[in-house]
């Protein structure tokens, strides 16, 4: 059992940057896989990124690879999302989940989630 806060989502202008957090609570968290996921109005939600327990297996979506980088503290009970060279098609609203079994990148297999942070690219 873990609850996500997240934070660090704004307006940025195209080509910028931004660094989301999402800080978790609870006794397990360093054994949950987690993911990144977005939606845009109008749009399913879509896979992100996501990062195995230990930290050594990352996965991205086409779409934002290169540009995005997931990392995690476990130390700090903490998922990062840094978000480089962001495009005006990176707006939505984005989510970090949690999975106590091994990470995946479909959104309705991840137990706990966070309650969204918006991220807006002008262009």
């Known amino acids: 059992q873990v609850q996500l806060v997240e934070s660090g989502g704004g307006l940025v202008q195209a080509g910028g940057s931004l660094r989301l957090s999402c800080a978790a609570s609870g006794r397990t968290f360093s054994t949950y896989a987690m993911g990144w996921f977005r939606q845009a109005p109008g749009k399913e939600r879509e896979f992100v990124a996501a990062i195995s327990w230990s930290g050594r297996n990352t996965y991205y979506a086409d779409s934002v690879k290169g540009r995005f980088t997931i990392s995690r503290d476990n130390a700090k009970n903490t998922v990062y999302l840094q978000m480089n060279s962001l495009k005006p098609e990176d707006t939505a609203v984005y989510y970090c989940?949690?999975?106590?079994?091994?990470?995946?990148?479909?959104?309705?297999?991840?137990?706990?989630w966070g309650q969204g942070t918006q991220v807006t690219v002008s262009s």
């Open positions: 989940a949690a999975r106590a079994h091994i990470v995946t990148t479909s959104w309705d297999e991840y137990d706990y």
